[in-house]
């Protein structure tokens, strides 16, 4: 049995790993950089609040309702601006992603403005969220390993030529970011849940920022590097608490070391599978070889 305060930190852990999935998808099966997906998570938090809340609908729906709307309005953000490429699309999407959270901010009548969204039934407890990270981690897996995986590996390493080949990239680009979306909706329900009130400033650039910075430091590409970084990013800052004016500067710290000594991420493009295991231990016994002879 856990205590209270290590069942918390598991729960936000796979609260926080389901966001890192979407963002994983979009920027590093998809190859587009993004900072608004926090906006997604707004979505699907203040749904899920207002069906529990308001309407009295039962936990399960409300958070795939949350997911649902979040996936829509991601798939509609996206018809228009996925024309945009590039550093392009990044400026877009972090205006997109501020603007949603205005919209919640001053929606004082739906959302309760930035005072707050209280009250929220505490139906995110370690086993559910858990329970979603499965689910969710096993669908990624299947979803990247199928064709439409191929398509946006196509997309990421070459845009023009996957357009050459046939592959439809816009239409792509826009279900690899509504898929993405649904991930960071139910994760932003599952957080709703968890700390049963909410704030639109819990959603700002910063948990955008957050999101990227963990795919990036596990390594753009891999399901495994994703789940990893967002594990070590997440108990390094837990772990650091008690020195709070000091836990971001070691967070910095860090990703800052990660990126210098290994650019790709602890994983780059690598799973962790037993292939990955049985090359690591061949590497390092031929390493081993070389030093005694």
């Known amino acids: 049995m856990m205590g209270g305060y290590a069942s918390g930190i598991v729960t936000l852990l796979a609260v926080n790993c389901i966001a ?39 936990w399960l729906p409300a958070i795939v309702a949350g997911g649902i709307l979040a996936m829509i309005c991601a798939y509609l953000i996206g018809l228009p601006t996925l024309k945009l490429v590039g550093d392009y699309y990044t400026i877009a999407s972090l205006g997109l992603g501020e603007a949603i959270r205005l919209i919640i901010e001053n929606w004082n009548s739906v959302t309760r403005g930035a005072r707050g969204y209280p ?42 030529a996957a357009s050459l080949l046939g592959i439809h990239t816009a239409r792509y680009r826009v279900l690899s970011l509504a898929i993405s979306g649904f991930y960071c909706g139910v994760s932003g329900a599952l957080l709703a849940g968890f700390m049963s009130f909410i704030q639109p400033v819990m959603f700002d650039m910063a948990k955008s920022t957050e999101l990227v910075s963990v795919v990036v430091f596990g390594g753009l590409g891999s399901i495994s590097g994703c789940l990893l970084g967002t594990a070590v990013l997440t108990l390094v800052t837990e772990y650091f608490r008690d020195i709070s004016q000091y836990r971001m500067l070691i967070y910095g710290l860090v990703l800052v070391l990660v990126m210098v000594l290994r650019p790709e991420g602890i994983m780059g493009t690598n799973e962790l599978s037993p292939r990955f295991f049985k090359r690591m231990l061949s590497r390092f016994g031929g390493g081993l070889k070389e030093k005694t002879e």
Do not use: E, W
Not at 33 to 40: D, K
Not at 125 to 154: E, H, Q
């Open 119 to 160: 009250g929220i039934d505490n139906f995110t407890t370690m086993p559910v969220a858990i329970g979603f990270l499965i689910v969710m981690s096993i669908g990624m897996f299947f979803l990247v390993n199928s064709n439409y995986g191929r398509a946006f590996k196509a997309c990421r390493d070459d845009y023009v």
């Open 20 to 58: 890192a999935l979407g963002i994983c998808l979009f920027t590093g099966f998809t190859g587009i950089f993004t900072l608004g997906h926090a906006g997604y998570m707004a979505i699907g938090a203040y749904t899920a609040a207002i069906f529990t809340v308001q309407y009295g609908i039962h």
